[in-house]
């Protein structure tokens, strides 16, 4: 059976890193499939994935075309149609929101239709969802649910919101499932050093302005330094790299950037402490158990901090980063609970891929 991987791509190392635990779980049970665009060939390559016939920009003439590509060019270059495909996995992260425009709700709303007359289960895996207080986001996204065999939601909150929407669709809570992904073997980057790790979204979403962002984040190097540590920025996206450099050449810091993600989670995990506000570097970590302040611009941060037992540990523009730190750092009975509630989350996150493929399979 083939399965669709929606929602993806391999700018964004958080969704990158998603696309590489799916493949880890899943390539021994199914073939997997992924849209080209927005994702590069060598990591297609390399995992193993075929190209599933679509493009976002013209999703039923892409899906129409591809139907009839003969099986022999099919098979050869390792292409699948859109009639092939006997089940979807949506990895979206966090576009069903009023935070982002409809677009990605209205595309998935309408490229589910056919699935969802031809019986191809769908599951939503672990995101983050909503509020849902627009009509057109609210309308695309309860189509999208509706299609759905079964949804997985991270949180309370975006449980809460899920639930307004009054869909039949079985919802299960279930924490992000790139959590027990393991870091690539690497040298040492720094001996004791904070990691930073910027966020355009924190003065595109966030309300903030860059350079109050950036100066409050510089903040945090100063006072680690009171602490005997260096600091090392760490670029988590394509599009956080100006505003990573801007804060380098603020505070004199390396700045440390791969293509691959559990390169850049292994960099994390050799962190004496952090101040991120990238949702998956905050993953990358809490879950190697380093003491983390989560800087963020939506109910997700708050939320993952909440699943390590560590919820004060949120930080916002009016923080005091010499206190934040300093307690964080003395804080270790919370270094314990972080680290104690690892095995729940990773064994939960073991039961929803074995609900999944379940799922996926009874077709």
């Not at 009023?98 to 589910?112: I, M």
């Amino acid at each position: 059976m083939i399965i669709d991987i929606r929602g993806t791509n391999t700018r964004n190392k958080g969704a990158h890193l998603m696309l590489q635990a799916i493949c880890a779980r899943l390539d021994e049970h199914f073939e997997l499939s992924i849209p080209p665009p927005i994702t590069d060939y060598a990591v297609r390559s390399r995992l193993g994935l075929r190209q599933t016939l679509y493009h976002p920009a013209v999703p039923r003439v892409s899906q129409s075309v591809g139907n009839l590509a003969p099986a022999i060019i099919r098979t050869a270059y390792g292409l699948t149609a859109d009639r092939e495909i006997g089940g979807v996995l949506d990895a979206s992260g966090f576009h069903y929101t009023d935070q982002f425009d409809a677009a990605l709700p209205r595309r998935e709303a309408l490229v589910g239709r056919a699935w969802a007359r031809r019986g191809v289960p769908k599951v939503l895996l672990p995101q983050a969802f909503g509020p849902f207080e627009r009509a057109d986001t609210r309308r695309w996204s309860q189509e999208v649910l509706a299609q759905a065999s079964l949804v997985y939601v991270r949180d309370g909150v975006s449980e809460t919101y899920l639930r307004g929407l009054h869909t039949a669709t079985p919802v299960v809570r279930s924490p992000d499932f790139t959590i027990g992904m393991k870091p690539a073997d690497i040298d040492p980057v720094e001996e004791q050093f904070l990691a930073l790790v910027p966020n355009t979204k924190l003065f595109t979403h966030g309300g903030l302005g860059r350079l109050q962002y950036v100066e409050h984040l510089a903040a945090f190097s100063v006072a680690a330094r009171a602490h005997g540590m260096t600091s090392v920025v760490v670029v988590h996206e394509e599009s956080d790299a100006d505003v990573a450099d801007e804060l380098a050449r603020c505070i004199d810091a390396p700045l440390f950037t791969s293509a691959d993600p559990l390169v850049l989670k292994a960099v994390l995990g050799q962190a004496s402490a952090a101040v991120a506000s990238r949702f998956h570097a905050v993953v990358g970590c809490l879950s190697q158990c380093v003491p983390t302040l989560a800087f963020g611009w939506s109910h997700k941060y708050r939320e993952l901090l909440d699943d390590f037992c560590v919820p004060d540990r949120l930080i916002t523009p009016e923080t005091d980063p010499g206190a934040a730190l300093s307690q964080m750092l003395a804080d270790t009975a919370g270094h314990t609970r972080q680290k104690d509630r690892l095995p729940e989350l990773v064994a939960n996150v073991d039961s929803m891929w074995g609900r999944t493929i379940e799922v996926l399979s009874s077709r």
